[in-house]
């Protein structure tokens, strides 16, 4: 049986290490699990995961230049469900109740779509802090406060 990377096997625990487990495969091969690629939850002690001589299914995630197997056994099974009301949407802070509403109730500018308009907007803001940052400079220097 010819595997590679993204393949399905199932496979025996051979060894444990404090950073991971040995896992033995078909054909006399054998793999390393991380610690990291045990479970989708915080693995602190892989002894709490794992025992030698388990049988384990895992999905074969690298094979490097020297031959040698990187393993998943996370990767291997779906993903549990996510909890409900748990997480939200990428680049949006804590409490935005979405709509278009802003500071203190004024219409947020619109989301800038184009690389070219996020850019414009990002040196517009980081020029009108370089101004704030020069007139605060300024006025601390004519009262004598250089430090």
Known sequence: MEFGVGSI???KVTGITKFGAFV??????????HISEIAYTYVNDVKE?????????VKVIGIDENGRINLSIKKAMDPPPR???QGRPMGRPAGHGGGNMGFRGKPAPAEPTSFEDRLK?????SDSKLSELR?????SSRRGGRK
């Open 9 to 11: 096997v199932e496979g």
């Open 24 to 33: 033995a495969l078909p054909e006399g091969k054998s793999g390393l699990v």
């Open 49 to 57: 995961h794992l025992k030698e001589g388990q049988e384990v299914k």
């Open 83 to 85: 909890p409900a009301g």
């Open 121 to 125: 907007q990002f040196m517009a803001a």
């Open 135 to 139: 007139q605060a400079e300024r006025r």
